[in-house]
């Protein structure tokens, strides 16, 4: 079974950091692209950033690119997403998600998401 | 920058009732890049559709999606009480990816 659990949202002030962890059980991550996608309280999904199955291949929304950085750990089967320099409109409930299916380049829809993690940015 | 606009914003309708759902797209979607989401309250978003008209894995056959150029439709017949939730489209035709910004199918 797949499984997807974020960790590691919580409560920072604006300009801080955080690290989000998505730990995923159930399959290998070098076989899947992998998202974070967010929704504001009360608002819509936007993706957020995509790393590919190799690792070689990353996207950024225009929101983030350069505050946020996508990675994984593959010993661990493990997703991050550090944000820096955070900001109010920062603030949303991030998920993690796998493409539906693996090894397809260019094709990103979701199969498989989380329960996603808050993360609130206020002072 | 692909925008996908949904509308309405809101559908109130009544279990039994047949609902159809909209979603346009700024610019050309190719080859029906285009995905259905449902989202509960509280919950992650679920896929319903991908493709533009294939069914996910366990999706009811009354969730049924079509295309007709930029304009894309879900459409939920005969609705049923766990159907009453919030619907989002997504395109993966290019960078970055983007969801219509949802509609939410109420009891009336």
């Known amino acids: 079974e797949v499984q997807l659990l974020e960790s590691g949202g919580g409560l920072v002030q604006p300009g801080g950091s955080l690290r989000l962890s998505c730990a995923a059980s159930g399959f290998t991550l070098t076989n899947y692209a992998m998202s974070w996608v967010r929704q504001a309280p009360g608002k819509g999904l936007e993706w957020v950033s995509l790393?590919?199955?190799?690792?070689?291949?990353?996207k950024y929304a225009d929101s983030v690119r350069g505050r946020f950085t996508i990675s994984r750990d593959t010993s661990r089967n493990t997703l991050f997403l550090q944000m820096s320099s955070l900001r109010a409109e920062d603030s949303a409930i991030y998920y993690c998600?796998?493409?539906?299916?693996?090894?397809?380049?260019?094709?990103?829809?979701?199969?498989?998401w989380g329960q996603g993690d808050l993360v609130t940015v206020s002072s | 920058e692909t925008v996908m606009t949904q509308s309405p914003a809101t559908l109130s309708l009544s279990p039994g009732d047949s609902a159809t759902l909209s979603c346009r797209a700024s610019q050309s979607v190719s080859n029906s890049r285009l995905a259905w989401y449902q989202q509960k309250p509280g919950q992650a978003p679920r896929l319903l559709i991908y493709?533009?008209?294939t069914r996910a894995t366990g999706v009811p056959a009354r969730f049924s999606g079509s295309e007709s150029g930029a304009v894309f439709t879900l459409t939920i017949n005969s609705l049923q009480s766990e159907d009453f939730a919030v619907y989002y489209c997504q395109q993966y035709n290019d960078w970055p990816l983007s969801f219509g910004g949802g509609t939410k199918v109420q009891i009336k």
């Open positions: 790393i590919s199955d190799t690792g070689t291949f990353i």
């Open positions: 998600a796998r493409d539906f299916s693996a090894g397809v380049g260019y094709i990103h829809y979701f199969g498989s």
């Open positions: 493709a533009a008209t």
